[in-house]
């Protein structure tokens, strides 16, 4: 996907991918290959403030 701004503060990342994932993709694996994101590092970013990435619910909680 081309041009999309994603924020860097951990916290609007959150809200900006759990967004995302609740209203365009099935899964993480097809969010971060459609926005071409490094899934390893957004998983690490989000873990710097005790997120964690939820597959049953595809969100991170």
């Given at each position: 996907?081309?041009?999309?701004?994603?924020?860097?503060d951990?916290m609007?990342l959150?809200?900006f991918?759990?967004?995302?994932?609740?209203?365009?993709?099935?899964d993480?694996?097809?969010?971060?290959e459609?926005?071409?994101?490094?899934?390893?590092?957004?998983?690490?970013?989000?873990?710097?403030?005790?997120?964690?990435?939820?597959?049953s619910?595809?969100?991170?909680?």
């Amino acid at each position: 996907m081309a041009n999309i701004n994603i924020p860097n503060d951990p916290m609007m990342l959150l809200s900006f991918i759990n967004t995302k994932l609740r209203d365009e993709y099935a899964d993480l694996d097809s969010l971060c290959e459609d926005l071409e994101l490094n899934q390893s590092e957004l998983i690490r970013k989000l873990a710097s403030i005790e997120y964690a990435y939820d597959a049953s619910l595809n969100r991170f909680l």
